[in-house]
């Protein structure tokens, strides 16, 4: 076997430490040129990601390699932020979590984030974003960095058009603690007003009570209709102090539970299980429940605020069932927050 020259080794062993990537300046620095010519003098045949930037094994590269295509074309203190960071957090809303790739001919943007003094312009997939307020803590997680959860919202929601994608962000990490309504509020209050509106909404229906994005769309669904004696994610015990359930939405004058109920949050024989025997606590304390699905609060609403609307009458035409609201958050609840990414 012929032997390996020292710039093919000293090639190698810096695109392995890269997920096989090497920039132009690592080449220049090894000696060698960054011609074509001078890079198949090594072998193989490069893919040039990015400006300056290649794959020395030829091939799409993944999304992995995109994304630290992406830092290494942004240069030295680069890190991943907004949607890009947060599925490294393991955020599930928005699909961040799907096992497939993005298309390699059509890939998703990767959000990176440089310091305000360097001069680097967004190319291709990349969305390079400058900033005064670079994070003074850089998060690094198999050899990626990237800007911390509330960083990260923050950068997301800004760059955001759609208020359903920022509330199922906010929420998640809110419900999941990755993140503190403070740690938030104060990534919104320090960080640029630009495009925050969506941002802000979605801070304030957490912090009312609304515990995952469809539980928010029925809040301002229910609010913008001006239904009384509302209250959210109560925990419903009876007279002798019995728990019954936490309800999404309960109004407290007529004695009705809405529940938000998806079928991907039945996808386990545990999940219909847990929901049966809450329905079933449920009519013991002789309480009507409403059902309503998150596609139908988002296509539907009027539909819904119809079938609200008749609920409530129904509910209100019956003795007010003998069920409290506890002061304190019950332990034994056995309730589990939303299954994000349904």
């Known amino acids: 076997m012929p032997r390996r020259s020292p710039h093919a080794l000293a090639v190698r062993d810096t695109a392995d430490a890269q997920f096989g ?24 045949m490069w893919t040039r990601v990015l400006p300056g930037v290649h794959l020395v094994d030829g091939g799409m590269p993944t999304r992995q390699q995109r994304e630290m295509a992406a ?65 003074a803590v850089v998060i690094r997680r198999r050899g990626v960095a990237m800007s911390s959860v509330p960083r990260s919202v923050g950068d997301a929601a800004r760059r955001s058009r759609r208020p359903s994608d920022v509330a199922a ?40 009570g609304a515990r995952s994005a469809p539980e928010g769309d029925l809040a301002r669904l229910l609010e913008s209709a001006g239904i009384p004696s509302v209250r959210y994610n109560a925990v419903l015990v009876t007279e002798s102090g019995r728990h019954v359930a936490t309800s999404d939405a309960w109004l407290d004058d007529v004695g009705l539970a809405i ?21 079933a606590r449920y009519a013991a304390a002789g309480v009507l429940v409403l059902g309503v699905l998150p596609a139908d609060l988002r296509d539907r609403p009027s539909a819904v605020l119809h079938e609200v609307f008749a609920a409530r ?12 609201v506890s002061r304190h958050e019950s332990p034994s609840s056995g309730r589990q927050g939303w299954r994000w990414g349904a």
């Open 259 to 279: 529940e938000v109920d998806s079928v991907a949050h039945h996808t386990s024989p545990d999940d219909f299980a847990r929901t049966l025997r809450r329905n």
């Open 21 to 44: 990537l090497i920039t132009a300046a690592q080449l220049a620095e090894i000696g060698v040129h960054a011609s074509t010519a001078s890079r198949r003098s090594l072998g193989g």
């Open 313 to 324: 009458a129904a509910a209100g035409a019956r003795p007010r069932p003998r069920v409290l």
């Open 71 to 135: 830092l290494l074309y942004a240069g030295p203190d680069a890190l991943l932020t907004g949607t890009s960071a947060l599925r490294h957090h393991g955020v599930r809303a928005l699909g961040l979590q799907d096992v497939s790739d993005d298309v390699a001919e059509r890939p998703e943007p990767v959000h990176v984030l440089i310091p305000h003094q360097r001069r680097r312009l967004s190319t291709g997939y990349v969305r390079v974003e400058r900033t005064h307020r670079f994070p």
């Open 169 to 208: 962000l906010v929420a998640e990490v809110v419900q999941r603690g990755l993140a503190t309504v403070p740690e938030l509020d104060e990534e919104l209050r320090v960080g640029a007003r630009r495009g925050s509106g969506l941002f802000r909404d979605a801070l304030m229906s957490v912090s009312g």
